[in-house]
């Protein structure tokens, strides 16, 4: 259903034109004051307000995460070089961790369709989830991140 409302332009001290909104239009096309709006001429003497919004996409950042892993593993005399042996076939018990940062490796944009699509290869046990609940669970959101 199509809501018309009649608003009358005022003149502001500079001349400008101010168009006193209802606050109902406001909470309905959820603005606030520095938004942009942008106003379609209905070729009717009336026009149609809606909120500019950014067109968005989705960035798929790869990353590598390296740590400093540290094993004291005890070896005979003669032999010092099986302590190696010993950790590579993960058969000893960490000693110490130091996290050394992490390296982004690549990045691209996706579509939904695409990025959708990923998380079902990367993530099968949630391919029967519905997408909804991916992106809120794993997608980041714009509005998520602090600024």
């Not at 798929?60 to 892993?69: A, D, S």
């Not at 991916?134 to 998520?144: P, Y």
Request: net charge negative; glycine share 4%.
């Amino acid at each position: 259903m199509i809501k018309r409302y009649i608003a009358t332009v005022e003149e502001g001290e500079n001349g400008e034109g101010i168009l006193p909104l209802p606050d109902e239009v406001i909470l309905e096309l959820g603005v606030k004051e520095g938004d942009e709006l942008i106003w379609i001429d209905n070729k009717d003497g009336s026009y149609t307000l809606t909120k500019k919004t950014e067109e968005k996409t989705w960035v798929l950042v790869e990353t590598v995460q390296m740590f400093r892993h540290r094993y004291m593993v005890e070896a005979p005399v003669q032999n010092a070089e099986y302590a190696l042996d010993t950790v590579v076939m993960n058969q000893a018990k960490e000693f110490s961790q130091l996290y050394l940062g992490e390296t982004i490796t690549s990045h691209r944009v996706l579509s939904e369709e695409a990025a959708l699509e990923l998380c079902d290869v990367d993530n099968e046990y949630i391919k029967s989830w519905p997408n909804e609940k991916k992106l809120a669970i794993l997608f980041t959101h714009e509005n998520e991140v602090s600024k």
